[in-house]
């Protein structure tokens, strides 16, 4: 069956451990899950745990696990399975050597004169899900990845998002939770084929929260997979050293990796994390360093040596507020590192500060930096063919030359990567087109997918029905009393919009 | 003997000495030293190395250290303050959470400590606080300033709520309200009505002193 091929590595993954450091790093873990345990804010779960073999302490809510049942519950995960889409060539196999590259989110827009964050409009929200849709090297789509758009209230940002996603992009997407969101967000996935990577994020250290945990529950009962996020912040919520917060990491990790495959053997899912330096200035973290990277080149090998895929955020989010020299290097280096170490999921398009701002604009420019890093992993071939002896014969010395062979014309455009939103020009033709750069490039492009690319659009029935799911998730947020009259006016307004729900 | 002591107090703080640091505060008691001037001393440590984390010679974990390790010898010149039936001076009562929906806490520990150092008497209530358990603490401490933290522009609107919440009560003139967190700015707290925002925490620090008028 075909699937989105994205790239697909051909050398050994760099490994920055040794084979007994990997064995170190995983008996610390142990003994962090055995003698302290994880925090589960959920009485259902510390009771699924306990009835399995953990030690639970209610008074603390804690559980604490053997070793038998981790190295168990980590047998049982798939080290590589399909998520399938709304139109199956956008099927992705995750695990392997396949690297495939995903948005990662920005609560709010940036306005490209001022770069201050301002909330998206519903028409921006739908342009951005339209270029993630249409740019060749983006695989999946991110959770939210906006955090809703004008006029929407807190509690219906996530679903009118999985709405725009769906409606924008056959892609594959994530979902993300807050407020039991997922259970309408699973509704409208399933309303319209395929399936959405869920997602439950812990706290670090060493805590899962209740509606996190709710929210794994009906993972496993909808049977959609799973990425289990940590985000700890080296110094702050987690060691300073980057070992110490992989072993936070892990043991965070591996916990509901232990629920989820006690209670659903081989359910599909993934090692993420949100692991960056403490800014030790600011007090937030500081992305897009090269610690981003070092901390997930090590545990992309404790990954591997688990058999468990990576969903790998180090050139997500940055620390510059600008799509400038420093984004550039910031995901660019992170994103390479990630990919050379066997990252499986490379998150990288559109963001900029933080998980604060995104923009379509950035994601095309990332575009190309995943294009590279995905032409560099997929290595060289050597074969008669590649080696050319025969040719090189042929051709000979000076005044001999290549550019008018067949052996070129057929193999040039598989061996290199030429990027799209860069200038590539010499001195005379840069100045006579207007002296342009990068960013230029990249507006231009946004014009031209935004006037071009038409997403495949969903049947009558399936409007009919996403709409009818959002109009539930309306009344029931209502009903809880999570919208309060004034938000509600201005949602019920923003929808009267002729163009709804495209512009 | 006395300025020893407190010189070497100072020294045990700005080297994050906590048992040092409880060891001199016991000797202090011992020695008879006046325990508001060891408090005094105290503070004074933890304002010279916020200096330096201003002039960016020191860094968190220096700042965080410093006033954690005052944190840890307060009990013992407290009892003592107390039974000499003197008055530790507090700059003012403080309640401080992340707000509902919102488990962040990192920040919000970062200010409740530094504002402990600078002298407030603080009520830390944690994360995910509801709206009713803000609007509870301010009637039940009688607090000068309610702080609230919101790192997610999901959980920001919370903040509004609470205010909202103390005015129905009538008791929104009664505290002064100050906010941060990554997605609250200046205009949302002007939106919202807050008395105060401050993007740092040090800074954070230094607002809460100007909204007490100290």
Known sequence: MMAMKGFTRRFKPLEILTEEQVGEIHRATLAVLWETGVTFHSERALKDLEKNGCKVDYDLKRARFPEYLVEEAIHRCSSSYRVKARDPKNDLVIGGDTVYFRNFPGMQTVDLDTWEPRDPTRQEYNDLITVLDALPNLHAISPYPYYGYEGVPPVMRIPEGVAIKIRNSTKVQMTGNASDSDQFNIKMVKATGGEAILMAAGSAPLTWYDDQIRATYRAMEVGFPMYILQGTISGATGPATVVGSVVVNLAEQLSLIVLVQLLTPGMRVAIASDTYPQNMKSGVPGFGRIGCALTKAVENQMARSYGIPTRDSASGPVSSKKSDFQTGYEKALNALVSALAGANLILIHGSLYGEITAHPLQAILDDDIAGMVGRFIEGVTVSDETLAVDLINEVGPIPGHYLNTAHTREWWKKEQFVPRAADSLAYPEWKKTGKKGALDYAKERMEEILATHKPTPLTPGQEEEIERILKEAREYYRNKDLISDEEWAVYMKSLESLNYPYG | ?214
């Open chain 2, 1 to 214: 003997m006395s300025t020893e002591i407190l010189e070497n107090l100072k020294k045990a703080v700005m080297e994050y000495d906590h048992e040092g640091a409880a060891t001199l505060a016991r000797k202090a008691v011992e020695e008879k030293v006046d325990p508001l001037e060891a408090l005094n001393a105290l503070t004074v440590a933890v304002r010279q190395v916020g200096d330096g984390f201003g002039r960016g010679e020191l860094w968190l974990p220096d700042l965080i250290g410093a006033a954690e390790t005052m944190m840890s010898v307060m009990p013992i010149l407290d009892e003592e303050i107390e039974r000499k039936g003197a008055k530790r001076q507090s700059l003012g009562t403080v309640a401080i959470g992340t707000v509902y929906g919102d488990i962040h806490t990192i920040g919000k520990t970062m200010v409740a400590t530094l504002l402990m150092a600078e002298g407030f008497t603080v009520h830390d209530l944690g994360i995910n606080v509801t709206a009713e358990t803000f609007v509870e603490a301010v009637k039940k401490y009688k607090v000068d300033i309610l702080a609230m933290s919101a790192l997610m522009t999901t959980t920001a609107p919370e903040q509004r709520k609470v205010i909202s919440a103390l005015k129905e009560k009538g008791i929104r003139d009664k505290v002064k309200i100050m906010v941060g967190g990554g997605g609250i700015t200046q205009k949302f707290a002007d939106e919202i009505g807050a008395d105060g925002y401050d993007p740092t925490a040090p800074g954070a620090a230094k607002l809460a002193r100007t909204l007490v008028g100290k």
